[in-house]
């Protein structure tokens, strides 16, 4: 006989897994959207899957028939991520409309989008480091209070949360991480 976890009644030895085990399903008629990024989180999330932000406490009825999807969009990203000791170069291309920028830690559970990690010897690279964000044909990047900042052309440091425009060959660095950000138009067809 084992207990129930409360320590003071007996429980079953052995509980089969099912759905009702789990609590609740999850499903796409209820979610909670983040304010920051907009991301769609499972209703029983409280801090958002994608950014980290705490989610408002009302659940969004989503109507998925009236939501209409998008075709591909017209302009894709890349980001040269330039290599200081041998002067090479690695393109890293953006696939995503929210792509999360940093370094990926096993411990903390944080696995972004673009790595940065095997670049970024130094550590300078936050876990969390930055968002770029693809919307109606163009790019912003947006800083998350990094711990030693993003930098834009240059002489240009980002201010946390201030969502800023992405141009083809801007120059952006990722703590002491150099990329170069392009875009190319996708073919129709």
């Given at each position: ?92 291309p953006i696939d995503a409309d929210v792509v999360l ?89």
């Amino acid at each position: 006989m084992t207990l129930d976890g409360t320590g003071d009644r007996p429980g079953p030895a052995h509980k089969a897994s099912s759905a009702s085990s789990f609590g609740s399903v999850r499903s796409d008629e209820s979610a909670r959207l983040c304010g920051r990024c907009f991301a769609r989180n499972y209703a029983g999330e409280t801090y958002c899957k994608m950014c980290g932000e705490p989610l408002p406490a009302e659940v969004a009825q989503l109507d998925e028939s009236a939501t209409r999807r998008l075709e591909a969009p017209a302009v894709r990203g890349c980001v040269t991520v330039h290599i200081d000791r041998d002067g090479s170069e690695i393109d890293l291309p953006i696939d995503a409309d929210v792509v999360l920028v940093g370094r990926a830690s096993v411990t903390d559970g944080v696995y972004p989008d673009l790595d940065l990690a095997p670049f970024d010897h130094g550590n300078f690279v936050s876990r969390r480091h930055a968002f770029i964000v693809r919307r109606h044909g163009s790019f912003i990047i947006e800083d998350l209070e990094s711990t030693n900042g993003t930098s834009l052309n240059g002489a240009q440091r980002l201010v946390p949360h201030a969502p800023t425009p992405l141009r083809h060959g801007d120059k952006i660095m990722f703590g002491q991480t150099r990329v170069t950000f392009t875009t190319e138009a996708v073919p129709e067809g």
